[in-house]
């Protein structure tokens, strides 16, 4: 499987502010998909990143709150913009595998707060 | 009604117990079943995939899926402390990349 880093692991925020999240793989991926996981809900999926095309977001999701980069096959970028508290949440990105069923890893998250 | 329901826990065991772990969905469309472990402050890790009903085994872990009745299960043999995190069950449709997760249940293992 490959090795997925997320930067940065955590942080604390103000509101009304911006946060950039980024992902690193060690190997080059067709599909990366960013989640959301809240306190006591499931995983959510935010978007899909595909190198070289715009982010397919999912409903509820749009892309002036999370605007999603995918600059090369080995990286992408997501920002929770404008941060109010409801935004506070671990956000994980994950990659497709090349196994038989395409199964999906994840990096370690990043744990945001928003004041 | 949810896509998948899982009990949340916490479930707590003593070490060496045979600890079982479930889901249930609604939609028949659901073809592919994984189990995901999560430590605290890490990702989740993929511990089993499975496609078809029956049972898979991978050391001290067995998957069961039922797919006419809509009920998947995770059996931890022989439990170890290290076994402690939360897991998740999630699935997906044929062709989709699309994964619908479990809330997780957060399983402890006492020493």
């Known amino acids: 499987s490959a090795v997925i880093s997320q930067k940065p692991s955590r942080d604390i925020c103000q509101r009304g502010t911006s946060l950039t999240i980024q992902c690193q793989v060690d190997?080059?991926?067709?599909?990366m998909f960013w989640y959301r996981q809240q306190p006591g809900q499931s995983l959510t999926l935010i978007a899909t990143a595909n190198q070289g095309s715009e982010a397919t977001y999912e409903s509820g999701f749009v892309i002036d709150k999370f605007p999603i980069s995918r600059p090369n096959l080995t990286f992408s970028t997501l920002t929770v913009s404008n941060m109010s508290p409801e935004d506070s949440s671990i956000y994980l990105c994950?990659?497709?595998?090349?196994?038989?069923?395409?199964?999906?890893?994840f990096g370690p998250g990043t744990r945001l707060t928003v004041l | 009604q949810k896509e998948v329901e899982q009990d949340p826990g916490p479930l707590s065991v003593p070490e060496g117990a045979i600890v079982s772990l479930n889901c249930t969905y609604s939609n028949s469309a659901f073809q592919y079943f994984m189990w995901y472990r999560q430590y605290s402050r890490k990702g989740p890790e993929l511990l089993m995939y499975t496609y078809s009903s029956g049972n898979k085994e991978d050391g001290r872990f067995t998957a069961q899926v039922d797919k006419s009745s809509k009920y998947i299960s995770l059996f931890i043999r022989d439990s170890q402390p290290s076994d402690s995190a939360t897991y998740l069950c999630a699935m997906k449709q044929a062709g989709s990349y699309q994964l619908t997760f479990g809330k997780g249940t957060k399983l402890s293992v006492i020493p």
């Open positions: 994950s990659v497709e595998g090349t196994g038989s069923y395409n199964e999906q890893f």
């Open positions: 190997s080059q991926v067709t599909m």
